[in-house]
């Protein structure tokens, strides 16, 4: 454990070694990880020769990223020691949270339980009626989530609905006019890995048919990251769910 190197080449496992306390182990990340190290390229473009010069004990990898499979189908070509998780649930968080932690021989099972317990206040509550809303992945083609996705988890546990819960899988691609049928009342924009400030609401308001519903530009590394950033990113839509019911 102390001389452990650890590589991770997404976002939201960089975020889980935070979370777990052991980011100082990390000798490498992707472009888009927050975390300062030795950059290796955009998460789907892996530079694997400078990775691989790094000498990492264990590869963190994630299928939760489309696209991911290439890296790692190189990284078991090379016989780099890697795990891959593929979270779409608030439960799968916290079991990629005991997989990550297991395998860099830290207490998986009492991060994963603190995990659900920072949960619980929000899942005991108890609603009467939920307001109808609309996730924006990806403005062209539309993405949005479905059912087996944490913000649709997320969604519900602040008083929501989200309209797309209907279709089973993790993300949905669709178009306007169908989000329209669904008549959404709020719309909540978090386009994956685009800065908050440079989200154009502009580009919703000029599709045809948009009736004026109210749009909330959410930050991305909150809500777009199946890592225990989510944490913050439920607690600001909480403050945004009790403002639209006041």
Known sequence: ???????????????????????DKIVGVDDFSDLERVRL??????????????????????????????????LERR??????TNPHSLDDIGASIRQIADSCGVDGASASERWHQSLESYRIRKWNQRVHVYWEWWPKPLFTPGRTNWLTEMSALCGAENVFADHEEA????????????????????????????????????????????????????????????????EKLDQVMKKIRS
């Open 171 to 234: 993300s949905v691609q669709t178009d306007w006019e169908t989000v329209l049928s669904k008549k959404p009342d709020v719309l909540f924009l978090a386009w994956v890995g685009v800065m908050t400030e440079k989200v154009n609401i502009g580009v919703v308001k000029k599709r045809p048919g948009y009736n004026g519903l109210p749009i909330h530009v959410m930050e991305e590394k909150y809500f777009c990251r199946p890592s225990p950033q989510l944490l913050a990113g439920l």
């Open 79 to 84: 016989k780099i020691p890697h795990i891959v």
């Open 41 to 74: 390229g955009p998460d789907l473009a892996i530079d694997i020769e400078k990775l691989e010069s790094l000498k990492p004990d264990v590869v963190l990898a994630s299928l939760s990223v489309p696209g991911m499979e290439n890296n790692v189908a190189e």
């Open 1 to 23: 454990m102390q001389n452990l190197r650890i590589v991770s080449i997404c976002p939201s496992n960089t975020e889980v070694c935070e979370y777990l306390g052991i980011d």
